[in-house]
């Protein structure tokens, strides 16, 4: 792994570990502003919003500034919100800091898989790609039951102190190790030009497949918890370790879809969610079974994860030209598909129908994003183009 790369790695996994480390923590925040947990979980809400908003906004509107400038900024602002959330006096401070964090996050995000393919040959860029998404994916494994455990020992604003201090060597590291015209190309190139680009049928389709496999995701992985309870009838202090299972086969998953992008992208992509839509299946069937849902969970993680970087590696390439907005989309997509897939598993919950129930959501939203995946395919090869070339 090359410094640059680890440098934006470690960027990835300082903000995975922002996003992700709340739910940690979120019963000591509630207790210690004096809100409920209900109110606290709005914390959530909020972040994915100033992901799913912002992010793109201010892609687009420091599209002409030097990528590696841009990047300390929003590293420095990063850094700087994790200490407004440690000194927050209130809910509406504490949510205000975190919508900050929130819209630097998403900005982050849009920038460093292009800044990251610019960084390593073509058939190395799916690679690179799963650089970025294993930081997010090693946040769960580390950052987040380290950054609860800080939380337990010395109260919540703890937690957000020590973010703090991971965004600032991350930024260090950045302003160390990337070369100053890393990402020099996306630069270029007119607003116009970053607009029309999404209406290419790659890229729509490449967006409408993250939305569907986040809401197969979440509808399950928002409650993975009380199902291994109640369905599995694991024990309480056993659900981390079945939980940590899972984020080691995530990173494995990352991985093994990177070098799958470098290989054959397309057909690669479509056989990660038609084993996707298997995992889901195979969770149903097996989730009263303890020994092998653990095993399972495993799987399930690791092709979950394994589609990212196929699918980021072919907007990337289909917006060559004008890479800004349709990478900050990605981000977009994904918080629009988590929102989706938790609201969709609570209807059912609600509605008297289980937690066993809930993987069969994740099974018919992989059907479909089969389906878009083939016909995208399908029209690639039946109406050759070339992918557009980096703006000079």
Same mark, same amino acid.
């Not at 420091?62 to 590696?68: G, I, S, V």
């Not at 630097?104 to 799963?130: C, M, Q």
């Not at 199902?227 to 086969?249: C, H, I, K, Q, S």
């Not at 129930?357 to 690639?380: C, T």
């Given at each position: ?32 502003? *004096? %809100?409920?947990?209900? $109110? &606290?979980?709005? =914390? +959530?809400?909020?972040?994915?919003? !100033?992901? @799913?908003?912002?992010?793109? /906004? ?51 995000? *849009? %920038?460093?898989?292009? $800044? &990251?393919?610019? =960084? +390593?040959?073509?058939?190395?860029? !799916?690679? @690179?790609?799963?650089?970025? /998404? ?259």
């Amino acid at each position: 792994m090359s410094l640059p790369l680890f440098a934006l790695f470690l960027a990835a996994f300082a903000f995975g570990t922002a996003e992700f480390v709340i739910a940690g923590v979120l019963p000591e925040v509630a207790s210690g502003l *004096g %809100i409920s947990v209900p $109110v &606290a979980g709005y =914390l +959530v809400t909020g972040y994915a919003i !100033g992901i @799913a908003i912002g992010g793109p /906004l201010l892609v687009v509107a420091t599209k002409k500034f030097a990528r590696k400038s841009v990047i300390l900024v929003l590293g420095t602002l990063f850094t700087l919100g994790q200490v407004l959330c440690a000194l927050a006096p209130s809910f509406e401070y504490l949510m205000a800091a975190r919508v900050l964090v929130a819209v630097v996050h998403g900005t982050y995000f *849009g %920038i460093a898989a292009v $800044v &990251a393919v610019s =960084l +390593v040959p073509k058939d190395k860029r !799916g690679f @690179a790609v799963a650089m970025i /998404l294993s930081g997010l994916t090693v946040s769960n494994i580390l950052g987040v039951p380290g950054g609860t455990a800080i939380g337990n020992a010395w109260g919540w604003r703890a937690t957000f102190w020590a973010v703090g201090a991971l965004g600032l060597v991350s930024t260090l590291s950045i302003a160390l190790f990337l070369p100053n015209t890393a990402g020099a190309s996306s630069t270029t190139g007119s607003f116009r030009r970053e607009f029309k680009a999404l209406a290419r049928q790659q890229i729509v389709t490449s967006l409408l497949i993250v939305v569907l496999v986040m809401i197969g995701q979440y509808s399950l992985f928002t409650y993975i918890a009380p199902l291994l309870r109640e369905v599995t009838g694991l024990d309480v202090n056993t659900v981390p370790w079945v939980l940590l299972l899972y984020g080691v086969g995530s990173t494995i998953g990352v991985f093994i879809g990177g070098r799958l992008a470098d290989w054959r992208l397309m057909p690669s992509l479509i056989a990660i969610l038609s084993t996707q839509a298997l995992a889901f299946t195979l969770v149903y069937f097996v989730s009263p079974y303890p020994v092998v849902m653990a095993i399972t969970v495993v799987f399930w993680g690791g092709v979950n994860f394994a589609f990212g970087s196929p699918v980021q590696s072919r907007v990337l390439a289909w917006a060559a030209d004008a890479p800004n907005l349709a990478s900050s989309l990605i981000p977009t997509g994904f918080n629009i598909g988590i929102a989706i897939g938790a609201v969709l598993g609570a209807s059912l919950l609600e509605q008297g129908l289980g937690y066993r129930v809930l993987p069969l959501i994740g099974s018919v939203a992989l059907v479909l994003a089969v389906a878009v995946a083939i016909a995208s395919h399908w029209m690639e090869i039946r109406f050759p183009h070339p992918a557009p070339q980096p703006a000079a």
